[in-house]
């Protein structure tokens, strides 16, 4: 078996009736990753990690879970997750439930020390029906760690968390990719993925629009220059020299201030200051978000 390959996704596809969830997703997930799967409303995301853990299987395609059948794997501890609505009893105290489905597995971690790790010690006392949902998906957290799975998947895991607790939820899974495991979590939050992936996968309409880490993704796409203009020559002469369009170049404020909006800033702020017509110059480099927005808002070919 290749010990480095965690998940295997070999063009997989998932219809309900008319409605094709996932359509033809091919992804090789390395042990020790931490991959974020980011998409809009809809994109297939909860449907390829249900595959994953094994709750329900593709309509064509594969998927392996350290070269096993997903539902193998989880069966044996392999996997943990932390799931939108993981069902959770309210009367139950958080101590109460980890230690109901502790026994439910043959091996499982000392209840305690799962309690320290996942940040639930303190509320372990609590009915569940009276944890904040932040505390809800660390009690959540704690039960996908009992089995200490190799890999952990996460759907939406701070889902209802405030900013405080959602830096909180991460400094602990932040540990947890430190001890080696492999880590996929679906989320909305473009920062959390820019932030605590090794990796990140956009999905959109079933199917995989971009794959890399956060710089790789953002380069090639237009960064804005601004810059004042001190030139003497009149900076849309310049511009239409230079072959920028209307949309990439404006200027402002009395002809002083301008903005280039190209690929290649680089080279054009090289020959803007050769020539001594700017100075204060800003190169903005486009955040995950403008790439997320350029790519699911393009349309997915049918
Ligand atoms: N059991 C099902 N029966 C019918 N359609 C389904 C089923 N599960 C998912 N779908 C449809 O498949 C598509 C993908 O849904 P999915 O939940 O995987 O998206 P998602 O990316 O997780 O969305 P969200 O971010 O809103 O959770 C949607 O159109 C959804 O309505």
């Known amino acids: 078996m290749d010990t480095t390959t965690a998940i295997s996704i070999q063009d997989v596809h998932r219809r309900f009736g008319s409605v094709t969830a996932v359509n033809g997703i091919t992804l090789t997930v390395t042990t020790g990753e931490v991959l974020a799967l980011l998409g809009p409303n809809g994109a297939g995301k909860t449907t390829l990690l249900d595959m994953v853990l094994g709750f329900t299987t593709p309509s064509s395609g594969t998927i392996s879970v350290y070269g096993r059948a997903p539902e193998a794997a989880a069966r044996d501890g392999q996997v943990g997750a932390v799931l939108q609505n993981g069902g959770l009893l309210d009367d139950l105290t958080v101590a109460e439930t980890i230690r109901m489905v502790a026994a439910c597995h043959v091996r499982h971690l000392p209840v305690a020390e799962v309690m320290q790790r996942a940040g639930v010690a303190s509320f372990a006392t609590r009915k569940v ?49 430190e001890r080696g495991r492999t ?22 309409g079933g199917r995989v629009v971009a794959d890399g880490t956060v710089s790789e993704m953002t380069t090639g796409f237009h960064r804005i220059l601004s810059a004042e203009w001190i030139g003497d020559d009149d900076p849309r002469v310049w511009a239409a020299q230079a072959g920028l369009s209307e949309e990439q170049f404006t200027v402002e404020a009395e002809r002083s201030r301008i903005q280039i909006t190209s690929p290649d800033t680089d080279a054009l702020a090289a020959e803007l200051l050769a020539s001594a017509r700017i100075r204060h110059l800003q190169i903005v480099h486009p955040g995950i978000e403008d790439v997320f927005f350029e790519l699911t808002t393009q349309e997915v070919p049918a």
């Open 129 to 177: 029906k009276k944890c904040s949902g932040g505390q809800q998906q660390r009690l959540r957290f704690a039960l996908a760690l009992l089995t200490d799975p190799q890999l952990l998947i996460l759907d939406e895991p701070t889902a209802g968390m405030d900013a405080g607790a959602r830096r909180e939820f991460w400094q602990t899974m932040h540990a947890e990719a």
């Open 183 to 204: 880590i996929i979590f679906a989320t909305h939050y473009l920062r959390e993925a820019d932030d605590y992936a090794d990796r990140v996968v956009l999905v959109q």
